[in-house]
């Protein structure tokens, strides 16, 4: 049985991308800290492993890791947007708030699962979850964005570090999937173009289940009518 550990898998884009795994018939490792949203998912699928765990806290995730064993894809997903406003206004609290999570958070999970991964025959695979954000940014954006473009950082550095241990990484940059996140942007700018979440979860489906000579290394999927291109 194929196996992945998801990060922020208790809502939006995580919750989505496991609950489409396991009814693909994969066992799922839900790495999330609302332990009753986890346990939700868990009792409705048998394949499902409920690991509650702050990805900040280093020693909490390698529990959560040798607790699940084996890893064949880890989904490097959990984030948080922020505060928006120009830099002047952003408190370095929340800026902190941000980098905790989207930076020390993903490199504690790739770390861990690169850790397992190279003493795997099979090695692995990690997916991390970027954003357009990654490329351009929304206006006001200035904590998600800065941490976004470090998230790229991390997927060509594994990438090559990788090679030797038969481990891949590639980036999934989503825009606008209906998810908690973008409901509370959508709620400040009602015309906001989104799709439904499911896009993006088949969307790292596909990455997942590429053979090991094959990776994706960079995937953009997105509301068709936002505007990224020429982004305003």
């Known amino acids: ?18 609950e489409l795994f396991l009814d693909q018939g994969w066992r799922v490792g839900l790495v999330a800290r609302r332990a009753e949203r986890l346990a939700e998912i868990a009792d409705a699928h048998p394949n499902a492993v409920a690991l509650p765990a702050d990805v900040t806290d280093a020693a909490a995730m390698r ?4 607790s699940f064993g084996h890893i064949d894809v880890l ?30 958070g993903m490199f504690i999970a790739a770390q861990l699962a690169f850790e397992q ?3 795997q025959a099979d090695g692995g695979r990690i997916i991390n979850n970027g954003s357009l954000s990654a490329y351009v ?22 990438s090559l570090d990788g090679r030797p241990f ?15 996140l973008v409901a509370d942007l959508k709620a400040a700018n009602p015309d906001m173009d989104t799709m439904d979440v499911k896009h993006a979860a088949s969307s790292v ?4 289940q590429m053979p ?18 020429g982004r305003g």
Not at 77 to 103: C, H, K, R, Y
């Open 166 to 180: 038969n481990i891949a990484c590639g980036q999934i940059d989503i825009g606008n999937a209906e998810s908690e």
């Open 212 to 229: 090991p000579e094959a990776n994706v290394q960079f995937m953009t999927v997105m509301a068709t009518k936002m505007p990224y291109i």
């Open 75 to 104: 989904f490097n997903n959990a984030g948080l947007f922020g505060m928006s406003g120009p830099i002047d206004e952003i408190p370095l609290e929340v800026w902190t708030e941000v980098m905790q999570v989207n930076i020390n």
């Open 117 to 119: 991964m190279r003493k």
């Open 205 to 208: 489906l596909h990455m997942a």
């Open 1 to 18: 049985m194929n196996t992945i550990l998801i990060t922020g898998a208790s809502s939006g884009i995580g919750r989505a991308t496991a």
């Open 137 to 158: 940014p929304r206006p006001g954006s200035v904590c998600y964005t800065m941490s976004k473009h470090a998230v790229t950082g991390l997927t060509r550095t594994l």
């Open 63 to 66: 529990a959560a890791f040798e």
